[in-house]
């Protein structure tokens, strides 16, 4: 929780952004029983955006992207992602899952099977994929996350930013154009956070469409094109990194930004 774990100082990164809407969340309410959890949300975003939520801890952030991959299940409101609504369609909840990926704040990577085996498990068992081609994309990914040389080792050999990196390889190589973060940072230790922040950084300027729940400011600062504050299950504002920081509306937005900087 930081401005500086990424060099405030550095450039924010050019956008990509398309006018190609690809998540499309009109009045969108979710309860857990009697607990109303997501409040008429409405977003609307772009092909190549990058997004950053943020909020206190039980504002409604991860329940909000995980509804947009089916993890969660809304009640009311429509959720849209590349065209496809999401209902009770299983077809449409597949296709939906063919295009996002994402990453938790706990890896959650398979122990029993080696870092490759991770990154090919879904693409030959899912997709079909022949063992070699997968292979050979997953060591592409692997350099992208710049572990290849761990490969043939297992999980729990690894240290938790190596870890994530993997996780974030493994979910790459289902090649989804919209990727979701929730957290990923959280649960590293401090000198193991900007590894992970710099592949994320790196598939930014890659042009990938993200998502991404954290309170790494100096992330938001250097890769958001917008920044979206949330609070009990509500979207209180949303702007460009330069307005958010500097320029909060809200009283909400301001205690918030007062307690994490
Ligand atoms: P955040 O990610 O912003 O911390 P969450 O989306 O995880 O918030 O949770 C929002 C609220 O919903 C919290 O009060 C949390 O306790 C509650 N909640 C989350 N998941 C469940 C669940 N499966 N059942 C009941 N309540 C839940
Ligand atoms: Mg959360």
């Known amino acids: ?52 939520i943020c909020g206190p801890s039980g504002s409604g952030k991860s329940t909000l992207i995980r509804c947009i991959n089916r993890l969660e299940e ?100 289902m090649n989804p154009n919209i990727m979701l973060f929730d957290e990923p940072t959280s649960a590293l230790d401090p000198e193991m956070i900007s590894e992970v922040l710099d592949v994320m950084v790196g598939l930014a300027e890659s042009g990938m469409t993200m998502l991404v729940v954290t309170h790494e400011m100096g992330f938001a600062k250097r890769v958001a094109d917008r920044v979206i504050f949330m609070d009990q299950g509500e979207i209180v504002e949303q702007n460009t990194p330069g307005e958010f920081f500097n320029n909060p509306k809200s009283d909400r937005t301001k205690l918030f930004l007062s307690q994490i900087l």
């Open 1 to 52: 929780m930081s401005l500086e774990t990424l060099d405030s100082g550095q450039e924010h990164i050019a956008s990509a952004i398309s006018d190609e809407v690809v998540i499309e969340l009109s009045k969108v309410n979710k309860w857990y029983g009697e607990f109303h959890v997501l409040k008429d949300i409405d977003l609307t975003v772009y092909k190549g955006e990058r997004i950053v």
């Open 74 to 173: 809304h009640q009311q409101g429509d959720i849209l992602v590349n065209g496809v609504t999401m209902d009770t369609n299983l077809k449409n909840i597949d296709a939906i899952r063919r295009d996002v990926g994402m990453v938790f704040q706990s890896f959650n990577l398979f122990p029993h099977l080696t870092v490759l085996e991770n990154c090919t498990l879904a693409p030959i068992w899912v997709r079909n994929t022949p063992k070699a081609e997968a292979d050979r994309l997953a060591m592409q990914l692997l350099e992208r996350v710049k572990i290849p040389e761990q490969a043939a080792k297992y999980p729990g050999q690894l240290s938790g930013g190596q870890q994530q990196r993997v996780a974030i390889a493994r979910s790459l190589a």
